[in-house]
């Protein structure tokens, strides 16, 4: 194929996708996550294809999206671009995506992981939303998604503080359907796509459709999302944001002038 950071191949009735870009640990590039969507849109068109599942490797599923790309944009870029609204693709797939977890899932990796229909986790992966330390909050679902899944208080435990959490955590808390040894994850995971992809596709894509018809509270997921979007976008207004990816990619700490 055509793609420089994923690996596309089918398996049956399942297209699985590959995370490849093992040197940035699958950060999520734009260029990354355009190819994703195309991917992702290759097989939603494919009627041969019933499900699909993500992965990555053993030691990052995604360590979040490229605070290199991310570190020297002004809020006036981010917004009028309306920089990585691209993401929002992967929620208009009419068939179940399941993530297949292994190490890091952190920011927008643990975004992307919860914007999967299932999740099936490695015991060693790792979950995050630590875009506080960075001097910006998550902006692909991740206050909205977490909140509607484990409840205000440990939502925002893990998105004021930044602090990682376990597969075991993430299992108990409903983010995760199924802890696995490392080496059963993507298998586990292949085969439960593949019992889906056997079952009728426009009832398989009904049930989700009325799942996620269930997940919203006071706002609709969507409002909830653009609303996140357009708050990550304005912390690129900030000084911090600046320090925040400048000190991760120097490997020292943030100096914040919370300015
Ligand atoms: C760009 C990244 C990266 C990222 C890792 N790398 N994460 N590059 N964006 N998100 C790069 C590192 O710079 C390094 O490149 C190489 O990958 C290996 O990473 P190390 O840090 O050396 O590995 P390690 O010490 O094992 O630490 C792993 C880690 C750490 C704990 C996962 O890399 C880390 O904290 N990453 C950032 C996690 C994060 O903050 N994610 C949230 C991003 S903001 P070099 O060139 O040095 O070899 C976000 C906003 C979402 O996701 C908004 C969505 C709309």
């Known amino acids: ?113 919860m914007s999967c229909d299932i999740v099936y986790a490695g015991v060693k992966a790792t979950f995050g939303q630590p875009e506080i330390k960075l001097g910006v909050i998550p902006g692909a679902g991740g206050t909205q998604r977490l909140t509607r899944a484990i409840g205000k208080s440990k939502a925002m435990e893990i998105v004021l503080s930044g602090r990682n959490f376990t597969a075991e955590e993430a299992e108990r808390w409903g983010i995760v359907s199924k802890v696995l040894p490392v080496d059963k994850v993507l298998e586990e995971a292949i085969n439960l796509a593949q019992q889906i992809a056997s079952l009728s596709q426009p009832v398989v894509q009904a049930g989700k459709e009325s799942v996620n018809n269930g997940t919203s509270f006071e706002l609709s997921l969507k409002e909830g999302c653009h609303f996140e979007r357009r708050l990550f976008q304005g912390t690129f207004a900030l000084r911090d944001q600046k320090e925040g990816m400048k000190a991760f990619i120097e490997k020292r700490e943030p100096k914040w002038t919370n300015e």
């Open 1 to 113: 194929s055509s793609y420089k950071n994923i690996l596309i191949e089918s398996n049956g009735k399942v297209g699985l996708i590959t995370l490849n870009r093992p040197k940035a640990l699958n950060a999520l590039s734009s260029e990354l996550f355009h190819e994703i969507n195309d991917a992702l849109e290759k097989y939603q068109n494919d009627p041969e294809i019933g499900a699909i599942v993500i992965t990555g490797s053993d030691r990052a599923f995604a360590a979040g999206a490229d605070i290199k790309e991310m570190q020297d944009k002004t809020f006036a870029e981010v917004y009028k671009s309306n920089f990585l609204g691209h993401w929002g693709k992967i929620n208009e797939i009419r068939k179940p995506i399941i993530a297949a977890v292994n190490g890091f899932a952190l920011g927008g990796g643990c975004e992307l992981a």
